[in-house]
């Protein structure tokens, strides 16, 4: 298999590894033994399994950035895109778990391993960016009112991600009360005179 097949092969396996455990409860030698390879192959393609795990890392955040630029591409409501984006990734966790549980790991390990707290500043701040960078575009289509403040909103779109992952994890814990949250969202960024 060509170096680059194997390495997506890798990948795919490991990710569904370590989101259906965990980072500490996964070995190097079930992650090897799920991607049908003997641990020194896997060695060759990634120095450590925290190497692995931050790759998993990228490459499902890769994922989600093709899945959003779709959606994005589908809604032609500005006012509505980051509604999409939000809505695009519950039901892609919901169909096949993976950011989420990846996330929320990569959350809990940054207490205790300062290489992996490093990567979720910096890969948070691209989230970040990347949202307050789609809030922008809305404005500047006219969907969202231009007194929003993109990196604001970007953060409190991160943190309702936060709460629909904590949602997953300790299970049903806002279930009811998520379209609620998700309309008085979209009316807040539309504004008053957009309101759906």
Same mark, same amino acid.
């Given at each position: 298999?060509? *170096? ?16 259906? &455990?965990?980072?500490? %409860?996964?070995?190097?030698? /079930?992650? !090897?033994?799920?991607?049908? @390879?003997?641990?020194?192959? +896997? ?6 399994? &925290? ?8 490459? #499902? ?5 093709? +899945?959003?630029?779709?959606?994005? !591409?589908?809604?032609? /409501?500005?006012?509505?895109?980051? #509604?999409?984006? %939000?809505?695009?990734? @519950? ?6 778990? &993976?950011?989420? $549980? ?14 992996? *707290?490093?990567?979720? &500043? ?23 009112? $231009?007194?929003?403040? $993109? /990196? *604001? ?16 994890? @300790?299970?049903?814990?806002?279930? /009811?009360?998520? $379209? ?17």
């Amino acid at each position: 298999m060509p *170096a680059e097949e194997r390495r997506a092969s890798l990948l795919d396996a490991a990710c569904r590894l370590f989101a259906g &455990r965990s980072y500490h %409860g996964t070995t190097t030698a /079930d992650l !090897a033994r799920a991607a049908g @390879v003997t641990e020194p192959v +896997l060695y060759r393609h990634f120095p450590s399994k &925290r190497a692995l795990y931050l790759a998993c890392m990228d490459w #499902s955040w890769e994922q989600v950035k093709e +899945l959003w630029a779709e959606r994005l !591409a589908a809604e032609t /409501d500005p006012g509505l895109w980051l #509604s999409a984006i %939000g809505r695009a990734f @519950v039901e892609s966790e919901a169909e096949r778990p &993976r950011s989420s $549980p990846l996330w929320v790991q990569a959350l809990a390990e940054s207490s205790v391993d300062p290489e992996i *707290a490093i990567y979720m &500043r910096a890969h948070m701040h691209e989230v970040h960016e990347y949202v307050a960078d789609v809030i922008r575009r809305a404005q500047e289509a006219g969907g969202v009112p $231009p007194e929003r403040d $993109p /990196d *604001a909103e970007a953060w409190i779109s991160i943190a309702l991600g936060l709460l629909t992952m904590a949602d997953e994890v @300790v299970g049903a814990l806002l279930q /009811d009360t998520w $379209p609620a949250i998700r309309e008085s969202r979209i009316a807040w960024l539309r504004g008053p005179l957009q309101a759906p």
